[in-house]
């Protein structure tokens, strides 16, 4: 059945380290982003793609880097140059990214990050 | 660059009853649309609502509709009939497209259901 996933669910990381979260959709999907939520917060965004091969950085891109080399695939990288990264993460994918009838974002599970 | 207010941290209602979660905004762009997102415990983002900005009938889809007043910019989501299963924190976004901002997520409300 069609949706996005993101593994793993939970992870953890030892500082100095880069880590990277996987996020796949099968909706065919042209448009897929990166949020970061924070305790007691909305989402801001880290980054986004509209078409493959093609990203855009977001609100807060420093310390992060995406890649995407395939539709389905978009996978975020933490690296130790974000300071603070302990956060839940979550992905999301849309039509297109363009506003009109196919904008709606729909999310993954997410994956909880811990710095240890 | 948008903002998002969600005035209202947390609510509480009665099961079966209704209640009405606000939320302001500002933007510079005239063609916008907006969203209600619910994240449950399991933290799982979910789509509640969608509202174009452009239109000037309010958005329903089965318990849950908005009051839209667009010179105002507040976009209030209502639940009728509230059950166990709504417990949740509530996000409003709105969104200009281009994939530039993203969505631009409140503070949440965390909304409670009394049995």
Known sequence: DGGITQSPKYLFRKEGQNVTLSCEQNLNHDAMYWYRQDPGQGLRLIYYSQIVNDFQKGDIAEGYSVSREKKESFPLTVTSAQKNPTAFYLCASSITGWAGDTDTQYFGPGTRLTVL | ?115
């Open chain 2, 1 to 115: 660059a948008q903002t998002v207010t969600q005035s209202q941290p947390e609510m509480s209602v009665q099961e079966a009853e209704t209640v009405t979660l606000s939320c302001t905004y500002d933007t510079s762009e005239s063609d916008y649309y907006l969203f209600w997102y619910k994240q449950p415990p399991s933290r799982q983002m979910i789509l509640v609502i969608r509202q174009e900005a452009y239109k000037q009938q309010n958005a329903t889809e089965n318990r849950f509709s908005v009051n839209f007043q667009k010179a105002a910019k507040s976009f209030s989501l209502k639940i009728s009939d509230s059950q166990l299963g709504d417990a949740a924190m509530y996000f409003c976004a709105p969104y200009s497209g281009g994939g530039a901002d993203g969505l631009t997520f409140g503070k949440g409300t965390h909304l409670i259901i009394q049995p």
